[in-house]
């Protein structure tokens, strides 16, 4: 697997980088052909956290996974523990609907690992969607204390979700 480590307005130390490479190499067991795989590591520093992002394209999923922590290390340790619940979870999801996409997973040593419960629907909930502008939307949100928010769009009539980023900021998904 090809690895590239990178920061931005972080100088990446040689042994930052080693680490980091050490921890995703590991990854590739999970592969079938972690040849053709490439990494790209991003670090980022914002106040006193440190923020690395860990891509890895697959020819059909991407994985992907993001984590802040205090310490550099610390987080590319829980990036790793993401990434490899995600190919967990894609190896069952893909297994149960016999999909194409197996190929990419190593499944030998997929199977002789503890498999996680697979998730299921627990509620179901109908709601009155209401037309309301996004700042209406924002504050209904608050309101109910979630982080998203379904509503209708005002001005298109179209389904709106609002959501609460890790930022603190809010972003918008709208249905075409």
């Known amino acids: 697997m090809d690895i590239i480590v990178r920061g931005s307005k972080l100088?990446?130390?040689?042994a930052m980088e080693s680490y980091a490479k050490e921890?995703?190499?590991?990854?590739?067991?999970?592969?079938?052909?972690?040849?053709?795989?490439k990494?790209?590591?991003?670090?980022?520093?914002?106040?006193?956290?440190?923020?690395?992002?860990?891509?890895?394209?697959?020819k059909n999923l991407i994985l992907r996974a993001e984590e802040e922590q205090e310490d550099?290390?610390?987080?590319?340790?829980?990036?790793?523990?993401?990434?490899e619940r995600q190919i967990r979870k894609n190896k069952t999801r893909i297994t149960a609907k016999k999909n194409k996409e197996a190929k990419d997973f190593a499944y030998d040593y997929l199977q002789s690992i503890e498999e996680e419960p697979e998730e299921k629907i627990v509620k179901r909930k109908k709601i009155e969607v209401k037309p309301m502008d996004e700042e209406e939307a924002i504050l209904q949100m608050e309101l109910l204390?979630?982080?998203f928010y379904l509503f209708k769009d005002i001005e298109t009539g179209e389904p709106s979700l609002v959501y609460k980023r890790k930022d603190g900021n809010y972003g918008i998904i709208e249905a075409e």
């Open 11 to 14: 100088e990446i130390t040689s």
């Open 23 to 37: 921890k995703i190499g590991k990854l590739e067991k999970y592969l079938e052909d972690s040849s053709n795989a």
């Open 39 to 58: 990494a790209t590591v991003l670090a980022k520093i914002h106040g006193h956290l440190h923020i690395v992002e860990v891509t890895i394209p697959l």
């Open 72 to 83: 550099f290390y610390a987080a590319v340790d829980v990036v790793i523990d993401k990434l």
């Open 145 to 147: 204390g979630h982080q």
